[in-house]
Nanobody, 122 residues
Framework: QVQLVESGGGLVQTGGSLRLSCVAS????????MGWFRQAPGREREFVAA????????YYGDSEEGRFTISRDNARNTVYLQMNNLKPEDTAIYYC???????????????WGQGTQVTVSS
C-alpha cells in the first residue's frame, strides 16, 4: 500500500514561511492526486490544497490561495506545500493524503500520513 510521510512542520512567527514535504512510498504509488488538509484542536478537518499527481492541476482552499503553493516532484515521489505569510490561524496539524481524484473532501482520499505540526506564534 501507499505510505505517506510528512515533514517540515515547526514553530514560526507570524509572517514567516515553512515548506512541508510529503514523501509517498511503497510497492505502488499510483494515486492520481495528492492533497493537504489541516486540523486544529476542536475544529473540523479543513481542505488546504490538492495537486494532480500526474497532470499538474492544482486546487486551493479559499483561505490559502495566494499564500500557499502546492507542487510536486514526481522523480522523488514528493509533494510540497510552500506556506508563506503564515498567520496564527494556520496553526494546525497538517496531513498529506493520496487519492484517485482532485477533491476538497477528505473522504475522497484513500491514504493519509501521520501529520506534521505547524505552530504560528503571534
Amino acid at each position: 500500500q501507499v505510505q505517506l510521510v510528512e515533514s517540515g512542520g515547526g514553530l514560526v512567527q507570524t509572517g514567516g514561511s515553512l515548506r512541508l514535504s510529503c514523501v509517498a512510498s511503497g510497492p505502488t504509488v499510483s494515486s492520481s492526486a495528492m492533497g493537504w488538509f489541516r486540523q486544529a484542536p476542536g475544529r473540523e478537518r479543513e481542505f488546504v490544497a490538492a495537486v494532480s499527481w500526474s497532470g499538474g492541476t492544482t486546487y486551493y482552499g479559499d483561505s490559502e490561495e495566494g499564500r500557499f503553493t502546492i507542487s510536486r516532484d514526481n522523480a522523488r515521489n514528493t509533494v510540497y506545500l510552500q506556506m508563506n505569510n503564515l498567520k496564527p490561524e494556520d496553526t494546525a496539524i497538517y496531513y498529506c493524503s493520496a487519492g484517485p481524484l482532485l477533491s476538497e473532501i477528505g473522504g475522497s482520499y484513500d491514504y493519509w500520513g501521520q501529520g506534521t505540526q505547524v505552530t504560528v506564534s503571534s
